[in-house]
């Protein structure tokens, strides 16, 4: 038995369906594991907490990365994918990634995505920070997540799966073995069912995309509320990795009031030769790595707030108006509309830029076929850590990985349905408590997170930050907690109170995964403990949410995760 216990207090569903599958979220993974279930003959319900396309992809600028040009092998995808990752990357991982990838990718294409193609009839490939090659394919120039999320959209319709949508997933079912049976979920007001009702499967694929709404500036939707990653803590599933948040580089600056989803200046604007610049126009990332602007993010990252921190700036500078108004009208529209629209024009004047949070290099923890630690819960893109993204992700992976890693999940479950005869198998839940197990916080407490974590956890962080932050998050916690013991009362149920909530408990994790981790690596930046140490800390830290709601946390022997049907006793 794995499960906490603890489920977010809710009403007890009202209705119910039963399915084969449920996949949780409708991003690249989630929608192309669907697609692959139904072809299978499983029966498959999308749950999504907006509509379709709503999700993370639409919003991926730079491309899909695969070895798929003249010249380029998996090999050297691989040599830079664990470069960029500092020695966290799962090596198996890697090569499952860069070999299956290219394949995955032209299985994408004949579901109907268009990716941009040179004047010779192949396909166009760009470069990005990180890459040694040109790899990336794009679709409308700086439009691929749209154009992934467009054909997979359509190919959804086309084969009429069934889909909820504006459905936020609330718990996990399990039955009376501990075995995954199905999720919990509310409907708002505008699907087929209306309030909280439930699908009954037993197996459920979570692809609900990251968490960066933690922070008060990311590059994330607003609906990137960390419901997931929380629900699977509740399961009694294992996370890892948590610490590590990619910053982007190159977001454009809006302001430093600025909060909420900020627009991204795609990485392949760097690829294409912009230059970063301080206010005296000068080249900082020149003489700091062989690659200068198209160093990893991490180093690129580090190179900025260096340079704001010297110069007392909010920001810097993206320098590419030498590209002239014809390419960036035809490669970046997309980036040209959006600084347009805040009264900036990249083609007579250097863009301001300043890293905000991007994506979640960690998440639950998978094995190569994408199990996590709960039988029949399963993870893929975003929300899960393979062990493909060590400490910073490689641009452009994550496409590729949501792609590969769900034909990876179909392959297990459709392997497990004629093994157990999983049509045959419906399984039957443990009932729903009647008392709530999980007090809820108040809607404004979103805001307190964001800026605790903004404060104490952001791109810069120490001893003393990191306390800071934990301190105030305890206090959330303990008070939510306080006041439903003190008089069974909690926050209204409802999307912004569990929202609240799911941010409250991934932003704990976060916080203690990155004040156990002495150093700095990848995109975890220690002011306190400035240097890489391999000897202590070339490892993962692993933390699982413990029936009292305390985290117990453990530290790997090795940089290899263990399996994923291994447990370990429970620490304080």
């Excluded at 718990?171 to 309030?195: F, I, N, S």
């Excluded at 709960?374 to 990985?401: I, K, Q």
Aim: proline share 5%.
């Amino acid at each position: 038995m794995t499960s906490t216990g603890i489920r977010l207090h809710a009403p007890a569903p009202g209705w119910s369906i039963a399915a084969d599958v449920v996949v949780v979220g409708s991003g690249v993974a989630g929608l192309t594991a669907a697609l692959r279930c139904e072809a299978a003959g499983l029966r498959t319900v999308v749950v999504t907490k907006a509509r379709l396309d709503d999700g993370s992809t639409r919003w991926a600028q730079g491309g899909i990365a695969a070895a798929l040009g003249e010249g380029d092998t998996p090999e050297q995808h691989l040599d830079d994918t664990l470069v960029a990752g500092v020695g966290l990357c799962d090596e198996e991982a890697v090569r499952i990634l860069v070999t299956e990838g290219p394949d995955a990718v032209r299985r994408l294409i004949e579901t109907g995505a268009h990716f941009d193609e040179s004047s010779e009839g192949g396909l166009e490939l760009a470069r990005e920070g990180g890459h040694h090659r040109r790899r990336i394919a794009h679709a409308g120039g700086d439009a691929t997540g749209a154009e992934v999320s467009r054909a997979l959209v359509e190919a959804v319709h086309a084969r009429g799966l069934r889909t909820i949508e504006n459905a936020l997933v609330l718990d996990l079912l399990t039955d009376d073995e501990g075995r995954t049976a199905g999720v919990t979920l509310h409907v708002m007001g505008e699907g087929q069912h209306d309030g909280v009702g439930a699908v009954h499967a037993p197996a459920v694929v979570l692809a609900t995309g990251g968490m960066g709404q933690v922070f008060s500036a990311t590059t994330n939707p607003s609906v990137s509320t960390g419901d997931g990653v929380a629900l699977a803590l509740r399961a009694g599933a294992e996370v890892s990795d948590l610490e590590f948040v990619q910053f982007h580089p190159t977001v454009l600056f809006l302001g430093a009031d600025a909060e909420g989803q900020q627009p991204l200046v795609s990485e392949a604007v760097r690829g294409e030769g912009a230059h970063l610049i301080d206010a005296d126009g000068v080249r900082f990332m020149v003489g700091q790595h062989e690659l200068a602007e198209l160093a990893p993010r991490d180093i690129v990252a580090k190179g900025i707030m260096r340079r704001m921190q010297e110069q007392d700036a909010e920001h810097m500078f993206l320098d590419a108006r030498h590209f002239g108004a014809d390419m960036w009208e035809h490669r970046f529209p997309t980036i040209l509309a959006a600084c347009r629209s805040h009264g900036i024009d990249p083609v007579t004047e250097p863009v301001p830029v300043a890293p905000a949070a991007h994506y979640a290099s960690g998440g639950v923890r998978t094995d190569s076929r994408g199990r996590t630690t709960v039988p029949g819960l399963y993870a893929c893109g975003e929300v899960a850590c393979t062990g493909v993204h060590g400490a910073n992700r490689l641009a452009s992976n994550s496409l590729l990985e949501g792609l590969v890693y769900a034909e990876r999940i179909v392959a297990d479950i459709t392997g497990n349905q004629a093994e157990n005869a999983l049509h045959a198998r419906v399984p039957e839940p443990v009932p729903h408590p009647q008392k709530p197990a999980h007090p809820l916080l108040a809607p404004e407490a979103r805001f307190a997170i964001q800026r605790i974590m903004t404060e104490g956890a952001g791109v810069l962080r120490s001893a003393d930050s990191l306390a800071r932050a934990a301190e105030q998050l305890q206090r959330l916690h303990t008070d939510a907690r306080d006041a439903l013991d003190e008089n069974g009362k909690t926050a209204e149920p409802g999307v912004d109170t569990w929202e609240a909530t799911n941010l409250l408990c991934v932003a704990r994790v976060l916080v203690t995964a990155a004040a156990r981790r002495e150093e700095t690596r990848g995109c975890h930046w220690r002011e306190d403990h400035a240097e890489r140490d391999d000897s202590a800390w070339r490892r993962h830290i692993v933390v699982r949410l413990n029936p009292d709601r305390t985290l117990a946390v453990h530290t790997t022997d090795t940089a290899d995760f263990p399996p994923t049907r291994q447990h370990r006793p429970q620490e304080q």
